[in-house]
């Protein structure tokens, strides 16, 4: 049997692992694992680490998460005050970005490191890949510049900054969330990433036309990987569709690997990129929350099947909701190891 | 004004919305007014047509995106707001809505949009703003005299939390205002799973903003007296 390191080398190899690799995203999960609640679990990289180890083995699935939640990145860049839940992801509840002269003095520490939140991030990461010890890729998570100001000043008036406002404050706005983008994935490679999932909901297809994303959208994803280059990058959907991008991004940019949405068609992502590019497939995990194990054994069943007549395939969930009850994780991952798996697969229908 | 030059405007306007061309679309507003369509002729016949054909014409066919959402439901908003007054007559009022974003959701991109679907439309709006209480909700519905509470969630666990829709619902219960008032949700979630508006105690969901004022009209429909 391979390990969930070996799925994916083999992946990216263009050779064929012995099931499709899994990527289960369970997050604040963690903290229910740990006894804790979301604020102390987020509070050090230590607990965050641990919470992902266990999961991981509890449900068996490929990857481990080094990521707390999306708006650490806005506290990194000044963000005073984020909402804690007790079932959900935290929120930013202070807007960095009130006004033009916010954008003028937005600034990207050269270290981020020297950020608490930011070093608490990177020692999980670095936790994760001492312990995975090569079995499984610790997966580092960055916003897109392009989608980042979203989360700095809200999505609306970021969008009437791009739509139909100054360009030069909006440029200017993008050049430091771009700096800021690839200072992370530099950092986040540093402290032991081996992927790095790139996660840009405003650049697709629910949130701009496509026109709009090769003016506005596509120069900055391009900018944002110039350093790092595009090896072991996964491009994220974030919760828009992403198929009418994808032939953009791959001719462009070069990313080898792309993360689906649940209602993007797998068959015509594969068409759309060519043979040689990695396709992670979705359930929609939202559904996971009242699903009979039946309806999940057929729902994973139907995405493997297009996923495999596809090649070059990964398994994968969204944020997958604290809601959803543990037999339905444990079938969603048992579906998903039966069905991604070519000889048991057969077996067992 | 002939009814050309009408579909000469409407089509102006809509290249301009399907563009997110806000100064454009607002450009052709003027000039219809300064050629001489009233107040009523714009609002009715270049503004909510445009508004609807944009939203929700071509949904299904997944051509639209959230940006031009955006931007269609804002120029309603302002241009509506505007024109109403010049009205020779006052419009009829068709029912008041209470809308804010659930409890710990800060996310109000959906709420703007469907906000200016419904002032298009004639609805009264009373906008709570993000992160609204359930307490706010039903406070604010009985002071403003609404007939619906609309909530807005972007996060599966703001929509089916214990401070969101369903504690409304228990508020309505429990003081006796179910016959008074609706509650319609909208919101990422519940694209994702239709029966999800049930499980949090809503009386129904809009898929679109644009689908928001029927849906309203019904609702008010069964509260009024």
């Keep these: ?349 | 004004m002939s009814e050309g030059i009408d579909k000469q405007i409407l089509d102006s306007y809509l290249t301009a919305l399907f563009d997110t061309d806000k100064a454009g679309a607002l450009r052709i507003v003027q000039e219809a007014l300064d050629g001489g369509l009233t107040p009523e002729q714009v609002v009715f016949e270049v503004i909510i047509p445009g508004m609807e054909r944009m939203i929700g014409g071509m949904i299904s066919d997944n051509l639209v995106t959230l940006s031009q959402h955006f931007l269609a439901s804002q120029i309603a908003e302002e241009v509506t707001d505007r024109l109403i007054p010049l009205f020779a007559t006052v419009p009829e009022v068709r029912g008041h809505v209470v809308i804010g974003t659930s409890h710990g959701d800060f996310h109000g991109l959906g709420k703007k949009i469907v906000i200016g679907c419904l002032k298009a439309r004639m609805f009264q709006v009373t906008d709570l703003g993000i992160n609204v209480a359930p307490e706010k909700f039903v406070e604010q519905a009985l002071a403003v005299g609404a007939e619906v509470i609309a909530i807005s969630s972007m996060m599966v666990h703001t929509a089916t939390g214990e401070r969101g829709p369903k504690r409304v619902r228990q508020m309505l219960r429990e003081q006796g205002l179910e016959d008074r008032l609706r509650i319609i949700v909208g919101g990422a979630p519940y694209r994702f799973h239709e029966n999800l508006y049930i499980e949090v105690g809503a009386d129904a969901w809009g898929d679109t903003a644009a689908q928001a004022p029927e849906i309203v009209t019904r609702l008010v429909r069964e509260v009024r007296p």
């Excluded at chain 1, 139909?164 to 950092?187: H, K, P, V």
Aim: glycine residues 10%; negative net charge.
């Design chain 1, 1 to 349: 049997m391979m390990t969930g390191m070996e799925r994916f080398g083999a992946l990216m190899g263009g050779r064929t692992p012995d099931r499709v690799p899994i990527v289960c995203n369970l997050l604040d999960q963690g903290a229910r694992e740990l006894g804790l609640s979301i604020r102390e679990y987020y509070a050090r990289g230590e607990h965050v680490a641990e919470g992902q180890l266990r999961m991981r083995e509890k449900y068996g699935y490929d990857t481990l998460a080094g990521m707390f939640y999306s708006a650490l990145e806005a506290e990194v860049l000044g963000c005073r005050n984020i909402i804690y839940a007790d079932d959900g992801p935290p929120n930013v509840g202070h807007l960095v970005i009130n006004g033009p002269r916010d954008i003028k003095s937005l600034h990207v520490p050269d270290e981020l490191n020297e950020h608490p939140r930011f070093r608490e991030l990177t020692s999980c990461i670095g936790i994760l890949k001492k312990e995975a010890q090569g079995r499984f890729p610790v997966l580092g998570v960055v916003t897109a510049s392009f989608s980042l100001p979203a989360m700095l000043m809200g999505v609306g008036p970021w969008m009437e900054l791009f739509i139909n406002g100054d360009s030069a404050l909006r440029d200017s706005l993008l050049e430091t969330c771009s700096l800021f983008c690839s200072r992370q994935i530099a950092a986040l490679r540093e402290a032991g990433a081996d992927l790095i999932v790139y996660v840009d909901p405003l650049a697709s297809a629910t949130f701009i036309q496509l026109r709009k994303f090769r003016e506005l959208a596509l120069p900055w994803i391009i900018r944002d990987l110039e350093a790092h280059g595009p090896a072991g990058v996964i491009f994220f959907n974030g919760g828009g569709r992403i198929n009418p991008i994808l032939a953009d991004i791959r001719e462009h940019v070069g990313i080898g690997a792309y993360y689906l949405n649940p209602y993007d068609d797998i068959t015509e992502a594969r068409t759309l990129l060519g043979p040689h590019s990695l396709i992670a497939g979705t359930i929609n995990d939202i559904r996971l929350l009242d699903w009979s194990p039946d309806e999940i054994e057929h729902e994973v069943e139907k995405i493997m099947l297009a996923g495999k007549r596809a090649g070059g395939f990964i398994f994968g969930t969204l944020l997958m909701p604290c809601g959803i009850p543990e037999e339905n994780i444990r079938a969603l991952v048992a579906a998903a190891i039966r069905h991604g798996n070519h000889a048991e697969a057969e077996a067992y229908r």
